[in-house]
């Protein structure tokens, strides 16, 4: 369940786009009372659904802190990000900002890791799961430099999707394409970390 509150944001985000785009003249009038004029009707549905991703962000925080009384740094900074690209997008009725969102997100990630790493000497990774597994700090290392090397990549895989494929195909590959390869990425380290927790405890 934790997992799909997560994606609460790029789920509502893929539903909204599918439901504008479904409804054209709804969608566009829609967009054009809210976001002024000099919006087209293609433009209407990436706009609708910039918006409810980021209400539906500010949810998740209102969710969060009535829980928990404390909120996740991850998610803060999640919020900053859909409210300065998805801003830009609704204010300048540029879809290109928001593209770049999970771009921005991603190397963010992958620069505190990296940089925790070579500047700190801290292993992020580590300190989040040591707790639960015991691994030689060769691996640990490994580990942080593969999570590191996945988000970079994402984010470039991200770009490219956007700039060579149609709008859709985008928004498709934003919740399947992504939700799969950090499926596929988090089996495959699955597998490669049994084989050394099997090693220690032997």
């Known amino acids: 369940m934790k997992f799909l509150f997560d ?18 003249d709804a969608s566009h009038q829609l967009a054009t009372q809210w976001l002024g004029d000099g919006i087209g009707p293609t433009q209407a549905p990436i706009l609708i659904a910039t918006a409810v991703a980021i209400i539906a962000t500010f949810a998740q925080i209102a969710i969060v802190w009535g829980k928990h009384r404390k909120v996740d740094t991850m998610l803060w900074v999640s ?9 830009a997008t609704l204010f300048f009725h540029n879809p290109t900002f928001i593209k770049w969102k999970p771009t921005a997100l991603y190397w963010l ?14 292993n992020l990774i580590r300190k989040m799961l040591e707790a639960q597994i015991q691994l030689p700090d060769a691996v640990w290392e490994r580990l942080n430099m593969a999570w590191a090397a996945f988000f970079v990549s994402m984010g470039l895989l991200n770009i490219y999707i956007a700039y060579s494929f149609s709008e859709e195909a985008w928004v498709n590959f934003k919740l399947f394409g992504g939700m799969g390869l950090m499926l596929v990425f988090v089996l495959g380290q699955g597998f490669y970390l049994s084989r050394h927790i099997e090693e220690e405890k032997n």
């Open 79 to 87: 919020l900053a990000i859909i409210v300065v690209f998805g801003g």
């Open 7 to 24: 994606l609460l944001p790029v789920i509502l985000f893929f539903v909204a786009y599918k439901l504008a785009g479904a409804q054209p």
């Open 109 to 122: 990630f992958g620069a505190v890791l990296l940089g925790s790493a070579l500047l700190f000497r801290r």
